[in-house]
């Protein structure tokens, strides 16, 4: 089974520390995602890649940037970060857009 | 994408068949329809996809109407298991390059002993 492996299940950051949250895949999938998960609001789209070194914007890229120098890595990089960035955090990889994403297990990140 | 309309809530009873409508009265001939499902806690996952013609794999089945405007998912035993957020979600099919899932607000499925 492809495995999407997020580094941490719990993160607590304080207002303007930078935090990385790592992402990878052991299935050689070219696709991999960024999303953030609220209440009332669904999952929402921060950043996407197709490939090493491609990054895509999503819906709700401001605040954050995102780094994939290898292909099973996708990192998302909360530059200052804020308690408006307080959420929870899933990766996702696929082969073909579409169907057949897997997720991790995601990252709360609480910013205090 | 098409918009997709799904009941915000439902509840089913256990080893009852689950039935999740979904309206998609706006699709094209080239989009798919895809469900996902999310269990409280984890990430989505992948439940089953269709273009016009009813499908079953092991976990469930998708049925079409002849005109693609709605759909069911149909969970045929369900169990407290499956007790979950529901997405149903339309576009285009499965290939390189096509832009991200867009996950709306989905139904929440209640399964009852």
């Known amino acids: 089974d492809v495995k999407v492996t997020q580094s941490s299940r719990y993160l607590v950051k304080r207002t303007g520390e930078k935090v990385f949250l790592e992402c990878v895949q052991d299935?050689?999938?070219?696709?991999m995602f960024w999303y953030r998960q609220d209440p009332g609001l669904g999952l929402r789209l921060i950043y996407f890649?197709?490939?090493?070194?491609?990054?895509e914007k999503g819906d709700i890229p401001e605040g954050y940037s995102v780094s994939r120098e290898k292909k099973e890595r996708f990192s998302l990089i909360l530059e200052s970060a804020s308690t408006n960035q307080t959420s929870m955090y899933l990766c996702?990889?696929?082969?073909?857009?579409?169907?057949?994403?897997?997720f991790g297990s995601g990252t709360r990140l609480t910013v205090v | 994408d098409a918009k997709t309309t799904q009941p915000t809530s439902m509840d089913c009873a256990e080893g009852r068949a689950a039935n999740l409508p979904c309206n998609h009265s706006?699709?094209?001939?080239?989009?798919?329809v895809y469900w996902y499902r999310q269990i409280h806690s984890q990430g989505p996952q992948y439940i089953i996809h269709?273009?016009?013609n009813n499908e079953t794999n092991e976990m469930a089945s998708l049925i079409i109407t002849e005109d693609r405007k709605s759909s069911t998912l149909i969970l045929p035993h369900a169990t407290l298991r499956d007790t979950a957020v529901y997405y149903c979600?339309?576009?285009?099919?499965?290939?390189?390059?096509?832009?991200?899932?867009?996950f709306g607000k989905g139904t929440r499925l209640s399964v009852i002993a």
């Open positions: 996702a990889s696929s082969f073909y857009q579409g169907y057949g994403y897997t």
């Open positions: 299935m050689d999938h070219e696709n």
């Open positions: 890649s197709y490939d090493v070194k491609m990054k």
């Open positions: 706006t699709i094209s001939g080239n989009e798919y």
């Open positions: 269709g273009l016009k």
């Open positions: 979600i339309v576009r285009v099919g499965p290939a390189k390059g096509n832009t991200p899932l867009v």
